[in-house]
């Protein structure tokens, strides 16, 4: 996102001054202090209906401010029309000058900076009615506490925190307070003024409710082929084949030979992993997906990139987090034999026992097979939702993929007591990464590793080069023989406090098992103020924060912009700014 200029500030702030202006000048003391002489146009009752209206314009104008901020070119629109309305309304139910002047002053701002407002509309997304409810009744609840607390002599009885939340909220519905007023303008404009924030408040939520956010599309047939080529033919990298999800869009370069796949969400673009394509034109997508994205006033961030391509982001001023290691095992030379590998060894030999290995197309897998992996999934997982964004495909086990193997433990009756399903990782060094480990809870101590050790051995006898594990979060907090700055290690400690929730350490005490290569990954980001915000987000897409119900409409399907080359457009949507 571009950084707010000298300039943006200066008109938001006076922009939120309009509103806050336009919002109380029913009250008699901001009344007599704007315009104490004027000769009215009109008599007392319709200049009382126009107080409400100005009123309800400052509430659009507080509104739309973030709009504004964002440099939204449809927010910048509706400040010129806003503006123009409450001039004639200050003129109407004075006339007022002070407020007349300050309107025609902003116009001629807003037209003097309209340069700074290029944004484009954000797709629809619940996360706007989100934002929305807590600042309607911040706004209204603090209307109210300004309003009664300057006509507090003329209250009867004295103000309270109860009476003025009480009058707040009945007011929206019409419904007087505990209070009486004695200010004839104010017994008159007050109420209905809530009235008014009421009915607009409700429109307001119907509106970014009902809009048509389930119709979002997913990715057309040929879209999806396009994506699909390029995994085929460049996604060497073994998060490659995960950009394939049903819940990414895609952003495909002006010469089509390079995509960024991604997931809107929350005013922000989620990058999943690093850029496919032609090494030539992997400069070019990223360049044109950040112009595309600075268009939008988005937020960005990359997830789970390689660490050896940061200069590439460094270069381009974006910033980097190191977020943990990627376990490879090689699976030629793998091996069970050695002292650093004993204890694998007797999982290995513990659960053989009792279960053989078969390692599987997943094609080549039984509908009735098929029914008992998902069983175990299902008993495995309990109530905790599928996790995985960046590095899970999140789905069940189909049968349909014939480029998916499948590591199963069978026991004597052909039932099976754990898998590993693995998707391709293509390049010169074709290999698979591990996409779903799921265990019988029942199963004996061991399994996982008996699955992981046999795969990695049947790999090898189909001469396949790497199998990637599971992703170790801040592999290097644990590893003794690294040398930690005061900061890594206060971010250390927070670390072994969440371990017990998410398994941190966990994943990277299973993983060192194998003895793997570490492929370190990091969160690329803009500037330090976003970093919080993605990795909120981060972590809700990888399904460790979790809205019940509503959590699935949060993100539309795909974004669709009309015109844009060889990208996958946006969804048509009205949104605030």
């Not at 429109?203 to 809009?211: D, K, S, V, Y």
């Not at 997982?381 to 590095?391: Q, S, Y």
Request: hydrophobic share 45%.
């Amino acid at each position: 996102m571009v950084k707010a200029t000298a300039r943006l500030r200066l008109i938001v702030a006076l922009a939120l001054l309009g509103g806050v202006v336009s919002l109380l000048n029913l009250l008699p003391f901001i009344h007599r202090s704007v315009d104490p002489l004027q000769d009215p146009f009109l008599p007392m009752a319709s200049r009382r209906v126009l107080h409400v209206v100005s009123a309800l314009l400052g509430f659009a104008l507080l509104y739309l401010g973030y709009g504004l901020w964002r440099r939204k070119h449809r927010a910048w629109q509706l400040a010129l029309v806003l503006y123009s309305f409450t001039i004639v309304v200050h003129l109407l139910k004075g006339p007022h000058w002070i407020p007349i002047a300050y309107g025609v002053m902003m116009l001629v701002l807003l037209v003097w900076a309209k340069d700074e407002f290029f944004a484009k509309p954000d797709p629809a997304s619940l996360f706007t009615l989100l934002w929305f409810i807590p600042t309607y009744v911040v706004v209204v609840v603090a209307y109210t506490a300004v309003a009664l607390g300057f006509e507090r002599d003329k209250i009867e009885p004295s103000l309270s925190l109860w009476g003025v939340i009480q009058t707040a909220f009945l007011g929206l519905v019409g419904i007087d307070g505990p209070y009486t007023y004695q200010s004839r303008l104010f017994a008159d404009t007050f109420p209905a003024s809530l009235v008014g924030l009421g009915i607009a408040g409700v429109a307001i939520f119907l509106l970014l409710l009902l809009r048509p956010i389930m119709e979002t599309p997913e990715p057309s047939k040929g879209e999806w082929e396009h994506a699909n080529r390029l995994v085929h033919q460049y996604g060497w990298d073994t998060l490659a084949y995960f950009t394939l999800r049903p819940d990414k869009s895609y952003f495909f370069g002006s010469d089509g030979e390079a995509m960024i796949s991604y997931t809107y969400l929350a005013r922000t673009a989620l990058v999943s992993a690093d850029p496919i394509g032609a090494p030539s034109s992997i400069p070019v997508v990223l360049d044109e997906f950040l112009e595309f994205c600075q268009e939008r006033a988005w937020t960005i961030g990359f997830l789970s990139v390689r660490e050896a391509d940061k200069e590439m982001y460094t270069e381009r001023g974006l910033h980097t987090l190191y977020l943990g290691d990627e376990a490879i095992i090689h699976c030629d030379t793998f091996t069970l034999t050695g002292k650093k590998m004993k204890g694998v060894r007797q999982a290995v030999n513990r659960v053989a026992k009792s279960y053989r290995f078969s390692l599987m197309n997943e094609t080549e897998a039984s509908p009735e097979l098929v029914g008992k992996l998902n069983a175990i999934s299902e008993k495995w997982r309990g109530k905790n939702p599928e996790r995985g964004f960046t590095m899970a495909l999140s789905g069940d086990v189909t049968g349909d993929n014939e480029e998916f193997i499948l590591g199963v433990a069978l026991d004597e009756n052909d039932d099976p007591g754990g898998f590993l399903r693995f998707v391709p990782a293509y390049g010169d060094d074709f290999g698979y990464t591990m996409d779903l480990m799921r265990h019988d809870p029942d199963a004996p101590n061991g399994m996982t590793e008996f699955l992981t050790a046999n795969t990695a051995s049947a790999l090898h006898e189909r001469d396949v080069v790497r199998m990637s594990l599971n992703f170790a979060a801040w592999r290097r907090f644990w590893d003794e023989a690294v040398d930690l700055s005061r900061g890594e290690r206060i971010a250390k400690w927070f670390a072994g406090k969440l371990n017990p929730f998410f398994q941190i350490r966990s994943l990277y005490d299973f993983n060192k098992k194998f003895l793997p290569e570490w492929l370190p990954r990091m969160i690329v980001y803009e500037e330090g103020t976003s970093l919080a915000r993605v990795g909120i987000l981060y972590q809700g897409l990888e399904g460790f924060l979790n809205i019940p119900v509503l959590g699935k409409y949060f993100v539309p399907r795909m974004v669709r912009q009309e015109g844009q080359a060889g990208f996958v457009g946006m969804a048509a949507a009205v949104d605030r700014s």
